[in-house]
Every structure is written in structure tokens, then in C-alpha cells.
């Protein structure tokens, strides 16, 4: 089922999304306004850069280390590779004033606006602007599990509550198209990043699991794992992928420098084409959270997520 359609058949509203009561939004796009305020703006001299903990964090630092040469060249500030190691840990580094440049995945992205003022405008692409990736369910050969229905009675894997892919989508879809709600014909746990339930899956740790392709198959080109060692029962039509901002309170002339050091990145021979060029990606795009993140949002109104800022 198409991700517009999976979110159409829950609920024809928008998510009820509101931003945190620090935040306003006179222009109305969803996102935090940059305060009018000087006296509020940020200006370090050190940037603070994270990349979704979707994998180990070690991997991520040397794939991401010469685009953030090219940030520091643009901005004419220090950038530091912050390897943070979970979505919850990211949120609030952010909401904190501790992280001011990031790549949050999918299903983060609402609860980052909403709560940490994350400014998301660019997101990676192939070179004629295609861009996302698809949730799928996987388990092992002659696990016992050849369909989704199959699922009944067992254990899910999930990556974590914040996922779209690892725990939003495939939640709301088990439901929709399934007739099967999570606790009451299956049981669910989490095993915190989509590398790890990749693994766990291929291991056989774990009987069936809920993934991003995208993080999957970069393992598979990696030689992590071997794609014998996983079958696939179900995969989603296209989801938006990681979405790149900035925190609401950079100075607006900082701001408007990372931007033009995303969309000025030479991806040719860089670390960056090489690791997500495994997914056909070669640029970054322009997005709007608005408009690009809609179905993510109609997903969470279908979960009954609520973007509690406390």
C-alpha cells in the first residue's frame, strides 16, 4: 500500500500538530520563526553536527567528515561531528542549545520541530530528484514466516517509538490493511536502531522485523550481511528520507550560510556519494516540512502520537 494511501485510509485530517508554546509561527509553515529578538540568535564558533543514530555512530563520522570541511569553509566556523545514539538523545541535545546543525530521520522530524524548533530544509536525492526510501518487513529463511499474516501470534521488532519505518508506518499499516493491533495479536519489542534489527533478523535473534530499506541495503553493499540471509514479506511504497535543518535560534546570516553549504556540496568523488550513493543518492534537495512530511504526519495522527514537549 502507497504511503498517501496507507495515511488516507486512517484519517483524512492532518495530524493535529501543534509546536511547543516556546515557538511561534506567524508565517504559518509548521516550523519555529527565528526570534526577532537579537539578543536570542546563536552564534558559536564551534557548529555541532548530528547525523541520525540509524546505524552506529562511528560509521557516520568519517562518511560525514568532508562535507563538514566544506561547512566550516562556508560558514567560517568550526563544524564537530556529534555521535549521538538515539533519537531521543538528538531531540534534546537540540531542544538543550547543545546541537545546531542535523540530519533527523523520518519519523523524528515532527517531534523535532515541534519541540526542539528544527528548521528542516534539505533532504539527499538522485540526480533527477527522486528521493526517499520504503519500510519493510524481514525475517529469515524458512522462518516459519512467508506473509504478514503470519505475524499473528509472534514478536515484531521495531527500532524505536520515534521511527516511521522501524515502528510508525508498519504500526498503523499491521492495523489498516492487517486487522492486527501491536500488543493484542502480536507482541512487539524494540532493538533500538534499524542496523541492529537488520542483524538480528539475519542472526535469526529475531523472528521478523520492521526496517528501512535504505539502511539495509547499504549494509548488504558494505558486506555486513549477506542478502541470502534475509527475505522480505512486505515493503511500503516511498517515504520521505532524513531531513537536514538547522535549530530555530542560529543567527539568520549562519543559517542561510549552512544552507548554501548543503546545496553547494561537490558529492562527486566524496565520502557522501560513495556511502549513500548505495541508495542512488547524489544531492540535496530543497524541502518543506509542510508539504514533504504531510503523510508522516497523517501516520502519527493515526497512531494517536501526541508531540509532548514536557
Not at 216 to 222: A, C, P
Request: glycine fraction near 8%.
Amino acid at each position: 500500500m502507497a504511503a498517501t494511501a496507507l495515511a488516507a485510509g486512517l484519517s483524512q485530517a492532518q495530524a493535529d500538530f501543534q509546536l511547543s508554546e516556546r515557538f511561534t509561527d506567524a508565517d504559518g509553515d509548521l516550523v519555529a520563526d527565528i526570534p526577532d529578538d537579537e539578543s536570542q540568535w546563536l552564534d558559536p564558533d564551534t557548529l555541532v553536527f548530528a547525523y541520525t543514530p540509524v546505524e552506529d555512530p562511528a560509521v557516520y563520522a568519517d562518511v560525514w567528515a568532508g562535507f563538514l570541511e566544506h561547512m566550516e569553509e562556508v560558514t567560517g566556523k568550526e563544524v564537530q561531528f556529534f555521535p549521538v545514539q538515539s533519537n531521543a538523545a538528538q531531540i534534546e541535545a537540540m531542544r538543550a542549545g547543545r546541537l545546531h546543525v542535523a540530519g533527523f530521520n523520518t519519523g523524528s522530524n515532527p517531534l523535532a520541530v515541534a519541540c526542539a524548533g528544527f528548521r528542516p530544509f534539505a533532504m539527499m536525492a538522485a540526480e533527477d530528484g527522486s528521493f526517499g526510501y520504503e519500510m519493510e518487513i524481514i525475517t529469515y529463511p524458512d522462518s516459519g514466516i512467508d506473509e504478514v499474516e503470519d505475524i499473528r501470534g509472534k514478536t515484531l521488532t521495531h527500532t524505536s517509538e520515534t521511527s516511521n519505518s522501524g515502528f510508525k508506518a508498519p504500526t498503523a499499516l499491521m492495523a489498516s490493511e492487517f486487522g492486527m493491533t501491536s500488543g493484542e495479536d502480536y507482541e512487539v519489542d524494540f532493538s533500538g536502531k534499524h542496523d541492529n534489527s537488520v542483524l538480528g533478523v539475519a542472526n535469526e535473534d529475531y523472528e521478523v522485523a520492521t526496517v528501512a530499506n535504505s539502511v539495509k541495503n547499504r549494509m548488504i553493499d558494505r558486506g555486513v550481511i549477506d542478502a541470502d540471509q534475509l527475505e522480505v514479506i512486505y515493503q511500503s511504497d516511498t517515504f520521505p528520507t532524513t531531513g537536514y535543518g538547522t535549530v530555530y535560534n542560529l543567527a539568520p546570516e549562519l543559517q542561510d550560510d549552512i544552507k548554501e553549504a548543503f546545496f553547494s556540496f561537490d558529492w562527486e568523488g566524496s565520502q557522501l556519494a560513495e556511502e549513500f550513493g548505495r541508495n542512488g543518492e547524489e544531492q540535496f534537495i530543497p524541502i518543506s516540512f509542510q508539504d514533504h512530511w504531510a503523510v508522516i504526519r497523517q501516520i502519527d495522527e493515526a497512531n494517536g502520537v501526541e508531540y509532548n514537549c514536557d
